[in-house]
């Protein structure tokens, strides 16, 4: 299977729909949220904790914040 085959272009028009969609607007917003905190538990730390480490553990103490 192709490793980006599900890549969204932000050169592609076809992938516009996507890029304006409110799920998509949402998971942006929490991936930068997720890497803003991934750097500060790495920095405590003191190595890098990893994407899925941050992932559950941003999840555990804010994803129910973000739930409406």
């Given at each position: 299977?192709e490793k ?6 932000r050169?592609?028009p076809?992938?516009?729909?996507m890029r304006?969609?409110?799920?998509f607007?949402?998971w ?5 949220e997720i890497?803003k ?11 890098d904790i ?5 992932m559950?553990?941003?999840?555990v103490?804010?994803g129910?914040?973000r739930?409406?």
């Amino acid at each position: 299977m192709e490793k980006n085959r599900y890549r969204i272009s932000r050169d592609n028009p076809s992938d516009t729909w996507m890029r304006d969609s409110n799920l998509f607007r949402e998971w942006e917003e929490i991936k930068r949220e997720i890497m803003k905190h991934k750097w500060y538990e790495s920095e405590k730390a003191g190595r890098d904790i990893g994407w899925d480490r941050a992932m559950v553990n941003w999840m555990v103490r804010h994803g129910k914040k973000r739930q409406s």
